[in-house]
């Protein structure tokens, strides 16, 4: 089917943002907002000297962390020349006036991060993680409700007044006021075929329904015809029945001799509703997550995706795609039907059809160069980059053993060639194809093997599953990770080895996992050892089919009963146990309450306020018995002590309190001390909260903070302060939010191990909603850049056990915790780079 379209093509590109651009929101004719990782939105404006160029005509600084949403305010009395409203990972939702480049308005009422913003009437409605909608009218939250019982994403008005939500539980939801009109059930696959292997060997092909849902990430009106969304719908499978991605279907002999088996596939997806539910029309071509999807008045469609390509959809074909150096994380498209995509590259690029504006020759080459320059730079062979791969010479230097592999640069490829020893020479295999770009190691499944990949080459013999030719599977020598490919256009399998592996075991367990006969386990045995180099191999067949409870079976040896199956190995997660502040200077502590109490002394209006010699000595008898650790389980305080401490922080001077504030923090360590403190919060008032509150609005004296938080964090070490915690985990975390972003290296890490101890016991408590504040918080700490390592690392020990254990893996991945523990990986501190893979071998688990 041909189709009337005219390719788009470079016009300009923007630089300024100083890292990922997440956001796009088109003002007018002649300017474009965007916001970015880097906490700014830009404001671009038509170069009045060159029509076809942007210029960045203001930078809006406002926003802690990274910004996501953005929405245009048309002109209006109260914005003459517009206004831009944002959202970000801060929890803010901050209008800006366009004209000024000031925020006019903070909106504070979401508890984890803003996800979308759209405009209903003059009021704003905002999306987020938290599960609900805000709506906001004269800087004032007038409504708010839970809309869906997972993340929200995406929130867009419809022509006709009604709101259309889209959720990581799968769902679009229509919405008039706060009723919910319809549900709109969440993306499923398309039609795929049924393979059967007949023993007669005859292929039959039939078509069946699958669903695979998955979170919904974006949406847009499509005028005249409904709502547009994206989605990340990931793995599937099919079988004679519909079954979820995570089941299995067991190879079976059913009657008539058929042999069903399911096979596995990846799609990502756009759909376009009708307003009634209806799927009108699906369009798969993307690769990787669908972020972003808009519309244009011409008919055509646009998206946005992590494969790196811009999308250009017309009558459901994909008509363009547009490669990008890094994740395309919207795309929107101008008034005149350009296109302006956002990259994590951190550059906004605008797209034409019109001739007139289309980028001149040069600026078209240097764009071609930095994409073919970006790619280079990634591709990897065998886990090493195409560039430090040696040369051809290296063959002039012979194997040390037979079947020893070695990969040279030819060119622009990576090229495998086998010694050959009775010879002694190098056989060319042939070209190797990427491996995976992010290790030095091939990975499947999360798991990592011991060499990068060496597919796709055929080698010279085709293992046959039948004596007949009408079935074939293909192996492809990938290092340690086969690629299995079984013909008829089904898709390429990885079968994965390590030396150390028992070949039976590997052969067993991917059968069952692939849905093949067992009877094959031989044969794939055999290539296993054959392309690996090994001979005369003694085999562990501790192996147990998990359906049947049969033990492997390995020519010549004995059965054995099972072992457990191996489960992946993390190094710094879960975490379990909580952390505390455990030291402090007691003489120093004494000596500035003293201190302090001589200046009220001396000042006549607060000599009320100044202590007796009675109470200066109990104070030292306090520090007498926090002092003898040895004796803190006989010891005991008076009750008169805890009243003395707790009426200093209620009376003395703001400025003066953080040394008592610093004996109530080790105080809560000692199990009599802890325990009348207790007492005491419950029956005054909660007097606690009452001192954070207190100290965290005026944050100009940072030892108050810093006593203060780590005196909460040490609560954690005591059982009895977890309802207390649990209670009030909100205005606590929020109290304490500023020190995420504090330049004092000390808060940093206080607040951290803060974050840390609410991650684990959130876990243990099974708190869904705290592990998603938690989660927020923590990954704010990680995407810090000027935070200190210890700090981030405990942030990325929260996420990663949030992860592991807690209820919130689908959060953390929708967050984008990948680019996070990429990051964390490259480190040169060890510690973070472990616990980047840790996080990254946890994402991958099913």
């Keep these: 089917?041909?189709?009337?379209?005219?390719?788009?093509?470079?016009?300009?590109?923007?630089?300024?943002?100083?890292?990922?651009?997440?956001?796009?929101?088109?003002?007018?004719?002649?300017?474009?907002?965007?916001?970015?990782?880097?906490?700014?939105?830009?404001?671009?404006?038509?170069?009045?000297?060159?029509?076809?160029?942007?210029?960045?005509?203001?930078?809006?600084?406002?926003?802690?962390?990274?910004?996501?949403?953005?929405?245009?305010?048309?002109?209006?009395?109260?914005?003459?020349?517009?206004?831009?409203?944002?959202?970000?990972?801060?929890?803010?939702?901050?209008?800006?006036?366009?004209?000024?480049?000031?925020?006019?308005?903070?909106?504070?009422?979401?508890?984890?991060?803003?996800?979308?913003?759209?405009?209903?009437?003059?009021?704003?409605?905002?999306?987020?993680?938290?599960?609900?909608?805000?709506?906001?009218?004269?800087?004032?939250?007038?409504?708010?409700?839970?809309?869906?019982?997972?993340?929200?994403?995406?929130?867009?008005?419809?022509?006709?007044?009604?709101?259309?939500?889209?959720?990581?539980?799968?769902?679009?939801k229509l919405w008039r006021g706060k009723t919910c009109l319809h549900t709109f059930n969440g993306h499923a696959g398309l039609l795929f075929i049924i393979f059967r292997h007949i023993l007669m060997f005859m292929l039959s092909l039939y078509n069946i329904d699958f669903e695979c849902a998955d979170t919904v990430r974006g949406l847009a009106v499509m005028a005249g015809l409904g709502v547009l969304s994206s989605s990340h719908d990931g793995w599937g499978f099919i079988s004679e029945h519909t079954f979820k991605s995570n089941q299995y279907c067991i190879p079976a002999l059913h009657q008539n001799n058929i042999l069903c088996f399911t096979c596995f596939y990846w799609y990502s997806s756009l759909r376009l509703w009708a307003v009634s539910g209806q799927v009108l029309m699906e369009m798969v071509g993307h690769t990787a997550i669908v972020y972003?999807?808009?519309?244009?008045?011409?008919?055509?469609?646009?998206?946005?995706?992590?494969?790196?390509?811009?999308?250009?959809?017309?009558?459901?074909?994909?008509?363009?795609?547009?490669?990008?150096?890094?994740?395309?994380?919207?795309?929107?498209?101008?008034?005149?039907?350009?296109?302006?995509?956002?990259?994590?590259?951190?550059?906004?690029?605008?797209?034409?059809?019109?001739?007139?504006?289309?980028?001149?020759?040069?600026?078209?080459d240097l764009y071609a160069s930095e994409l073919s320059q970006y790619k280079t730079s990634r591709k990897r062979v065998g886990g090493l980059k195409l560039e430090e791969l040696p040369g051809l010479e290296a063959l002039k230097i012979p194997g040390t053993s037979d079947g020893q592999t070695k990969v040279v640069r030819e060119g622009d490829n990576g090229v495998a060639y086998a010694w050959n020893m009775p010879e002694q020479k190098?056989?060319?295999?042939?070209?190797?194809?990427?491996?995976?770009?992010?290790?030095?190691?091939?990975?499947?499944?999360?798991?990592?093997?011991?060499?990068?990949?060496?597919?796709?080459?055929?080698?010279?013999?085709?293992?046959?599953?039948?004596?007949?030719?009408?079935?074939?599977?293909?192996?492809?020598?990938?290092?340690?990770?086969?690629?299995?490919?079984?013909?008829?256009?089904?898709?390429?399998?990885?079968?994965?080895?390590?030396?150390?592996?028992?070949?039976?075991?590997?052969?067993?367990?991917?059968?069952?996992?692939?849905?093949?006969?067992?009877?094959?386990?031989?044969?794939?045995?055999?290539?296993?050892?054959?392309?690996?180099?090994?001979?005369?191999?003694?085999?562990?067949?501790?192996?147990?089919?998990?359906?049947?409870?049969?033990?492997?079976?390995?020519?010549?040896?004995?059965?054995?009963?099972?072992?457990?199956?191996?489960?992946?190995?993390?190094?710094h997660i879960p975490k379990k146990g909580m952390l505390g502040f455990d030291t402090a200077q007691f003489d120093g502590i004494l000596k500035k309450i003293t201190e302090f109490n001589s200046a009220l002394q001396s000042d006549q209006e607060k000599q009320n306020l100044s202590l007796t010699e009675l109470d200066v000595s109990r104070l030292g008898a306090i520090v007498k018995i926090l002092?003898?650790?040895?004796?803190?389980?006989?010891?005991?305080?008076?009750?008169?002590?805890?009243?003395?401490?707790?009426?200093?922080?209620?009376?003395?001077?703001?400025?003066?309190?953080?040394?008592?504030?610093?004996?109530?923090?080790?105080?809560?360590?000692?199990?009599?001390?802890?325990?009348?403190?207790?007492?005491?919060?419950?029956?005054?008032?909660?007097?606690?909260?009452?001192?954070?509150?207190?100290?965290?609005?005026?944050?100009?004296?940072?030892?108050?903070?810093?006593?203060?938080?780590?005196?909460v964090t040490n609560l954690f070490k005591n059982s009895c302060y977890y309802g207390w915690l649990q209670k009030h985990r909100s205005e606590v975390l929020d109290a304490f939010s500023s020190c995420s972003s504090s330049p004092n290296k000390n808060l940093q890490l206080s607040y951290s191990t803060l974050i840390l101890n609410y991650a684990v016991l959130l876990i243990e408590s099974k708190d869904q909603e705290g592990q998603y504040q938690v989660l927020s918080a923590a990954l704010e700490i990680a995407e810090e850049g000027n935070v200190e390592v210890d700090s981030k690392f405990r942030a990325l020990v929260a996420v990663g056990s949030l992860m592991l254990e807690g209820l919130v893996k689908k959060a953390a991945l929708d967050f984008d915790v990948l680019s996070i523990a990429k990051a964390a990986k490259a480190s040169k501190e060890a510690k973070l780079a472990e616990i980047g893979s840790d996080i990254e071998l946890v994402a991958k688990q099913s």
Aim: aromatic fraction near 8%; hydrophobic fraction near 35%; include cysteine.
């Design 426 to 571: 190098w056989d060319k295999i042939g070209e190797v194809v990427d491996g995976p770009e992010e290790s030095g190691r091939a990975f499947h499944d999360g798991v990592q093997y011991d060499y990068g990949q060496f597919p796709v080459v055929p080698l010279h013999s085709l293992l046959a599953l039948s004596s007949s030719d009408s079935f074939l599977i293909n192996f492809y020598f990938c290092g340690s990770v086969f690629d299995v490919d079984i013909g008829d256009g089904m898709p390429i399998r990885k079968l994965p080895y390590n030396r150390s592996d028992n070949p039976y075991d590997v052969a067993d367990k991917w059968l069952l996992k692939e849905n093949l006969p067992l009877s094959f386990r031989e044969q794939i045995v055999q290539f296993i050892l054959q392309n690996t180099g090994q001979k005369d191999v003694t085999f562990d067949a501790s192996f147990r089919d998990p359906y049947t409870g049969a033990n492997a079976y390995v020519p010549g040896q004995p059965s054995r009963t099972s072992d457990a199956s191996a489960k992946p190995t993390f190094k």
């Design 292 to 364: 972003s999807v808009d519309s244009h008045a011409s008919g055509l469609i646009v998206s946005g995706s992590e494969d790196r390509f811009a999308k250009i959809w017309k009558d459901g074909v994909c008509v363009q795609s547009i490669e990008h150096p890094g994740c395309v994380w919207d795309a929107k498209f101008m008034e005149n039907g350009d296109i302006v995509t956002a990259c994590s590259d951190g550059v906004v690029r605008i797209w034409t059809v019109h001739p007139d504006n289309i980028a001149d020759q040069l600026e078209r």
């Design 1 to 172: 089917m041909e189709i009337d379209f005219n390719e788009y093509q470079l016009r300009c590109e923007l630089r300024g943002h100083e890292d990922d651009v997440r956001g796009i929101c088109v003002c007018g004719n002649e300017r474009i907002a965007t916001s970015s990782r880097d906490k700014t939105v830009r404001l671009w404006s038509q170069d009045p000297s060159e029509k076809r160029k942007f210029v960045s005509s203001k930078i809006l600084l406002g926003h802690t962390s990274f910004v996501g949403p953005i929405a245009w305010i048309p002109p209006n009395d109260e914005f003459t020349e517009g206004g831009v409203v944002s959202g970000g990972m801060d929890t803010l939702v901050l209008v800006w006036d366009l004209k000024s480049g000031e925020k006019v308005q903070t909106l504070k009422g979401h508890s984890l991060q803003v996800t979308s913003i759209t405009l209903d009437n003059g009021d704003i409605v905002s999306s987020s993680v938290d599960c609900t909608l805000r709506r906001w009218r004269n800087g004032q939250s007038v409504e708010t409700w839970e809309a869906h019982k997972a993340p929200i994403q995406a929130v867009i008005k419809l022509p006709s007044g009604e709101l259309v939500t889209g959720s990581s539980d799968t769902t679009l």
């Design 627 to 711: 002092k003898d650790t040895s004796h803190y389980h006989s010891s005991k305080f008076a009750d008169a002590d805890i009243s003395l401490l707790l009426n200093l922080l209620r009376s003395w001077p703001i400025s003066m309190i953080f040394p008592v504030i610093d004996l109530v923090r080790m105080i809560v360590l000692h199990p009599d001390g802890a325990t009348m403190l207790h007492k005491h919060f419950q029956a005054e008032n909660d007097i606690l909260m009452e001192v954070i509150k207190k100290v965290t609005s005026n944050s100009s004296i940072p030892a108050n903070l810093l006593t203060s938080i780590r005196t």
